[in-house]
């Protein structure tokens, strides 16, 4: 203490030893008083200061806290969002059964097996719902998806039966199942599996309050050595379910190497179509439809043929099933439908008087008729080429209306608002319902050829034909008799009344010049009527 004041004295300019000085005395305390009021003051700024420090580090640990939570919400987060991303890249999210992918790699690792280890062998079913398309047409998709989980938990409790052959089902798109069975003891296991897949899913399912059935067509294929890889067997199995299809619904079948060459076959006819469309190679050909009473040509059928490079002239049969499957079948029906249109405006252009009148049918398959792109654009080509719609006519045949009804009557109906005119083509062939002549907007009924074929000497198709023709003259529509090729068919007609005939004894479907020179010449109509009045005076 004496040595801080002997400093602050000397500083003050003061003698330590001297006597004491009242002024210098009160200098010197309020020199103290300043000092202790700049240590007071800087103690309280370090005061506030350490509080001010402590309030934010209070602050900061708190934020800390708060992101490392969430910083742990977004890891589990994350880690739930990639566990849903592996199970929906590995299930069928809305049946729970196994992914196309988890499929794929569950027959990688049979093939890898099969290599090291032949035996036991395993088989893959390839299933495709029958009838599942119409559900979800009618009654909608959230009935289609509740028959979709229907039969996922079927084909999951036959798996539980099958358990010995160590099965996996899958859903890999839209109605169609595999089951992979690892492993295959017995020859046999694969057939009682498939034929309890059949029975099974055709009983009767509940949709959102219906009641409904589906079937089911299944392809089996048995992994070998030979496959390369897991999509092989895969197409083995789809091929061989084709093939089932083809056989009835409800069927079963084996893949055998033929199917592998049929594809091969088809996919080369599919290249073949294309390339023959860019070409200009499919034409037109014409049959003429007779008016039976006046023997005079009205119009044509346009029937479509293929000029083959290598195989000549193909008739529809040889291709539209290739092009129907392959969706070609769109291209291919627009050239053929331009073209028609240009034979029709040329034939009109040169010969006015002759053609004014005459119109052309044309075929709609399935797979045109319930696009809903079909009528727009058949009037757009229409427009575009500057014919009437009022010349042409779509035929359709009833089994088609039958398949589709609702999508088929919109497109109908389009195209008939437009002029154009309805015809039902195979009429009375099969299951005939009447009821497609008030539920479809339609103009003219063509009789099935094989009804024809059989008037004359059988009395019940007699009565069929009499009937359908009298039925048709009561609702107001035109009858066409399709596949005459004798003239006392042609009689046998005209006494019912029968307003128009088609069919080879009047002429078969001819190139567009000869179609033009026929109806030019009428070659046909007396001949036809001059012999018929010769038979009617015989048998008088």
Excluded at 242 to 262: L, V
Excluded at 457 to 475: F, Q
């Amino acid at each position: 203490m004496n040595a801080l004041l002997t400093k602050q004295l000397t500083k003050l300019g003061l003698d330590p030893s001297a006597p004491p000085d009242a002024e210098a005395w009160s200098r010197l305390l309020a020199r103290l008083h300043e000092t202790y009021d700049a240590w007071d003051q800087d103690r309280y700024l370090l005061e506030q200061a350490m509080e001010v420090s402590s309030q934010e580090l209070r602050e900061l640990m708190e934020q800390l806290k708060s992101r490392n939570e969430e910083l742990q919400d977004e890891v589990t987060h994350h880690a739930r969002t990639a566990e849903r991303l592996r199970y929906s890249a590995t299930h069928d999210l809305l049946t729970g059964l196994a992914s196309r992918q988890m499929l794929l790699e569950l027959l990688g690792q049979a093939l890898i097996r099969i290599r090291e280890q032949p035996d036991p062998g395993y088989s893959v079913m390839f299933i495709d719902l029958d009838g599942f398309k119409k559900i979800n047409d009618t009654l909608g998709h959230e009935a289609g998806d509740a028959v979709l989980v229907e039969v996922a938990n079927v084909l999951r409790g036959l798996g539980e039966t099958y358990a010995h052959c160590k099965p996996s089902v899958a859903r890999i798109g839209g109605d169609e199942f595999v089951i992979l069975l690892r492993e295959v003891t017995e020859p046999d296991d694969a057939h009682r599996f498939a034929r309890d897949v059949c029975d099974a899913v055709c009983k009767p399912f509940d949709a959102s309050g219906h009641r409904v059935r589906v079937g089911a067509s299944v392809g089996i294929a048995y992994g070998d050595q030979s496959h390369e890889s897991a999509n092989d067997v895969l197409r083995d199995a789809d091929l061989a379910m084709y093939r089932a299809k083809s056989m009835g619904k409800g069927r079963f079948a084996e893949f055998d190497r033929r199917m592998h060459g049929d594809l091969v076959s088809r996919l080369a006819t599919e290249q073949s179509i294309r390339d023959s469309i860019e070409s200009g190679l499919f034409i037109s050909y014409y049959q003429p439809k007779i008016d039976l009473a006046s023997g005079d040509i009205i119009g044509f059928e346009a029937l479509l043929r293929w000029s083959h490079p290598e195989h000549g002239v193909l008739t529809p049969e040889a291709f539209l099933p290739v092009a129907e499957a392959s969706g070609m079948i769109v291209p291919l029906g627009e050239t053929a439908l331009r073209q028609v249109c240009r034979d029709l405006s040329m034939w009109t252009r040169h010969h006015p008087d002759a053609f004014a009148g005459i119109t052309v049918s044309i075929n709609l398959g399935l797979t045109q008729i319930v696009n809903p792109e079909t009528a727009p654009r058949f009037l757009q080509v229409l427009e575009e080429e500057g014919v009437s719609p009022r010349r042409f006519n779509v035929e359709v045949a009833e089994k088609t209306m039958l398949a589709e009804p609702d999508r088929v009557r919109e497109t109908l109906a389009t195209l008939s608002r437009a002029g154009v005119g309805v015809h039902v083509d195979d009429f009375g062939a099969g299951d005939s319902s009447l009821t497609v002549l008030n539920r479809f907007p339609c103009d003219v009924v063509k009789v099935d050829r094989r009804l024809i074929a059989r008037a004359t000497g059988d009395r019940n198709n007699a009565a069929i034909v009499s009937a359908i023709i009298g039925l048709a003259h009561n609702l107001g529509l035109t009858v066409v008799a399709e596949g005459i090729e004798r003239l006392e068919q042609i009689a046998q007609l005209q006494a019912w009344e029968c307003h128009q005939g088609q069919g080879f004894y009047f002429s078969r479907p001819m190139p567009p010049d000869e179609a033009r020179h026929n109806l030019l010449n009428q070659a046909r109509r007396w001949q036809f009527q001059h012999r018929q009045r010769s038979s009617i005076r015989r048998a008088s």
